[in-house]
């Protein structure tokens, strides 16, 4: 499975992004998809996830809660996460990545692929 995030960019505070990952794979829709994020100097952390079912279970960090929203695409082998309410914060490269386990999990090591990440930055 490749993965390709997109949809970064500079925005100010409070404002919104919605970042897309798209997938070559048809087996794509089997997969558990995780958004996670890494600023300079830290660590790479999860963010939100989702269960390959259409109306996929959810699963979000407390950081992000009430403000993004992942949700997916089968037919468009595609997830999205809608970010509103950005804080600076937020700032961090994003990736996206897939697991053929069901279930989401919330370490990195639990992914199988990763895509190349997208830079968020949010100016206050």
């Known amino acids: 499975v490749q993965l390709q995030a997109s949809g970064g960019g500079l925005v100010q505070a409070g404002g919104s992004l919605r970042l897309s990952c798209t997938a070559s794979a048809r087996s794509f829709s089997s997969q558990t998809i995780g958004w996670f994020r890494q600023a300079p100097g830290k660590e790479r952390e999860f963010v939100a996830g989702?269960?390959?079912?259409?109306?996929?279970?959810?699963y979000y960090a407390d950081s992000v809660k009430g403000r993004f929203t992942i949700s997916r695409d089968n037919a468009k082998n595609a997830v999205y996460l809608q970010m509103n309410s950005l804080k600076p914060e937020d700032t961090s490269v994003y990736y996206c990545?897939?697991?053929?386990?069901?279930?989401?999990?919330?370490?990195?090591?639990?992914?199988?692929?990763w895509g190349q990440g997208t830079l968020v930055t949010v100016s206050s």
């Open positions: 990545a897939a697991r053929g386990s069901t279930g989401v999990v919330t370490i990195a090591r639990g992914y199988d692929y």
């Open positions: 989702i269960t390959w079912r259409s109306a996929g279970y959810t």
